[in-house]
């Protein structure tokens, strides 16, 4: 079987107010189905309880630089 996964561009956002002096970059990791990202997810390290659903409805995992690159390296 074919596993479909996806990661969006780096995205340079600031923390919360406190911490406003702070940025980071991050991306989306989606897939064409919730067990297809969960699997994919398990293999980045990421556990089932840190899934996220946007305002639009899609299942996703933020990512940080690293994991987008390793995400990469294991076929996203």
Not at 35 to 55: M, N, P, T
Not at 56 to 70: A, Q, V
Request: glycine share 4%; charged share 25%.
């Amino acid at each position: 079987m074919i596993i479909m996964v996806y990661v969006d561009r780096l995205q340079r956002t600031r923390r919360p107010p406190k911490q406003a002096w702070l940025y980071y970059n991050f991306c989306h990791l989606t897939a064409d189905t919730k067990e297809e990202l969960i699997s994919f997810a398990e293999q980045l390290g990421l556990k089932e309880e840190y899934i996220q659903v946007s305002r639009n409805g899609t299942l996703h995992f933020d990512l940080t630089k690293n994991k987008r690159f390793l995400a990469i390296k294991l076929g996203a």
